[in-house]
Structures are given as C-alpha cells and as structure tokens.
C-alpha cells in the first residue's frame, strides 16, 4: 500500500515538470502527507488545473462517509471492477503530485519497522495514478475525495513491501487525464511498476510514524544501527 508520501518542491517547479497544467500560486511543502488530508491532483475535468482534494475516496453513492470507510488505495488488479472503484475508473481519474514516498521494512531482531523514503534519481516530482469522486453531505456541501492506485512492486520496492503506488509515465499524462469514458482495455496497461532504475530509497527516522511531525528532518537519511 502507499500510506504517506511527500510533496516539497515549489509551485514553479511543478510547472516545469508538467508543463500545460496549472497549479496553485503558492502551497506550503509537506513532509509527511497522511489519509484524510488534502493532496494537490489534477483530475481529469478537461480543466488541466490542479486541486486539492482529500485523501480516502468515497464514492458518489457512498451512504456513510466516516474516515474509517475512506479508500486510501485501490489494487490495479480488481481497479476495473470493484463497485468502489470501477465508475472512478472508467470516468473520474486524476494526477496526484508528489516527490518521495514512504515505505516500511521489517528489520529481523526488531519490532519497529524501519521507515524508507522513496524517490526517483533525478529527484523530479512525479504523479501517482488517482481516482476521484465527489460526495454531496445531506446538508448540500460537497466533498472531493481521490485513492492512490497501487500494483506489484518492482525490484526495488520488492526489497521493502509486496506493493508500491502506480506512478504514471510523462508520456502517459494526457491519457490518463482523458475527459471521456475509457475502458479497462486501455487504461489497464498504464498500471504497471516503475522503472526501478530510475528510483531509489534510503532509510529514514521513525519520527515519519507520526502523522503530526512535519519537517524536513523526516527525509534525512538516517543510519541503521
């Protein structure tokens, strides 16, 4: 699964490596992004411009919203249909913006899992393959809601978990961004694992455990003893 991941680069950036999308002028870096909070996405709206939407989907006909429902991520494998995720699939489908992730290793002789940070060489921000839907509440307010596609890991997720998020290929943006209804024919072969030559990882500290800690210490290499 994917459970936090981080997005530190500045708007200017995003800009440059995604070109033709529009971006907020100004946000804050995050170190340590957790469900239930907003990630910055690009849904497929024909818009090109990026938003803040929460993580945990609910779907449109979901009848009880609790936090504790909330789909953080959604297996490639059952994606095109499982009720909860197969109309997100076909219709609403976005780009979620981040620049590291976080993935925890077992350690034999120990009962903590040791964090990991994630990331691609060139140190780019990238995009996570996302599905979004919004939530209308009884009271007339609506909720935009996304869930992160994950897949098998490649070579080098295999050394830190059995899964690893769908991070979506430049190449690939503009279809998976189309507005109109696709199939599964021919969305399925874009989830897939990323190239792990062009990712790395390291360890880091355990103060990444907390969903309050936000600094940039959390992407520290940190020396295991």
């Given at each position: 699964m994917c459970g936090r991941f981080t997005l530190t680069v500045d708007p200017a950036e995003l800009k440059e490596q995604f070109e033709g999308y529009v971006f907020p002028p100004k946000f804050?870096?995050?170190?340590?992004i957790a469900p239930s909070q907003p990630v910055l996405a690009i849904p497929n709206d024909g818009n090109n411009t990026a938003d803040f939407f929460i993580w945990g989907l609910i779907p449109m006909w979901a009848k009880d919203p609790a936090i504790g429902n909330r789909l953080i991520n959604a297996r490639g494998e059952t994606v095109a249909e499982k009720p909860s995720f197969r109309g997100s699939f076909k219709y609403k489908r976005c780009l979620i913006l981040a620049d590291g992730f976080y993935e925890w290793k077992s350690v034999p002789g120990k009962k903590t899992k040791t964090p990991h940070f994630i990331f691609l060489?060139?140190?780019?921000p990238f995009a996570f393959a996302g599905l979004w839907d919004s939530?209308?509440?009884p009271d007339g307010s609506n909720i935009?809601?996304?869930?992160i596609i994950t897949t098998e890991p490649n070579e080098l997720m295999q050394t830190?978990?059995?899964r690893?998020?769908?991070i979506v290929h430049p190449r690939d943006y503009k279809k998976w961004l189309e507005p109109t209804p696709q199939t599964p024919e021919s969305l399925l072969p874009l989830i897939k694992p990323f190239p792990a030559e062009a990712m790395d990882a390291y360890p880091v500290s355990t103060l990444v455990n907390k969903p309050g800690n936000e600094s940039p210490e959390l992407v520290v290499p940190y020396k295991i003893n």
């Open positions: 804050a870096p995050r170190y340590n060489k060139d140190r780019t939530w209308e509440s935009k809601t996304c869930t830190l978990h059995n690893m998020p769908v």
